[in-house]
């Protein structure tokens, strides 16, 4: 069982840069791909991206491409979201998931954090 939490929220204007963090309490957590995810209101979640095991791939959503960044510290069991250029669309709650598999599908994910909000004003 790995338990995950988000933190790093909130609320900022278009154009700012927001950082999410997302801490396992696995020890086996360099074992596992961590992928973010996110979900507005109305809507279905979707994939962000998703960092392999030892941060050797990376893949984004083509909406996120070049304005976000994932990262990960297995040292510390932690995977990081570094959000860049935020617009209006972004705004969401997102959540990271962990799975055995790089996959940009919600269903392969075993586990889930509770999320946190972004909220992105103009």
């Known amino acids: 069982q790995v338990q995950l939490v988000e933190s790093g929220g909130g609320l900022v204007q278009a154009g700012d840069s927001l950082r999410l963090s997302c801490a396992a309490s696995?020890?086996?957590?360099?074992?596992?791909?961590m992928g973010w995810f996110r979900q507005a209101p109305g809507k279905e979640r979707e994939f962000v991206g998703v960092?392999?095991?030892?941060?050797?791939?990376?893949r984004y959503a083509d909406s996120v491409k070049g304005r976000f960044t994932i990262s990960r510290d297995n040292a510390k069991n932690t995977v990081y979201l570094q959000m860049n250029s935020l617009k209006t669309e972004d705004t969401a709650v997102y959540y990271c998931a962990a799975n055995q598999l790089t996959s940009m599908k919600t269903y392969d994910y075993d586990y889930w954090g509770p999320g946190t909000q972004v909220t992105v004003s103009s």
């Open positions: 960092i392999s095991w030892n941060g050797g791939v990376t």
């Open positions: 696995q020890r086996t957590f360099s074992s596992y791909a």
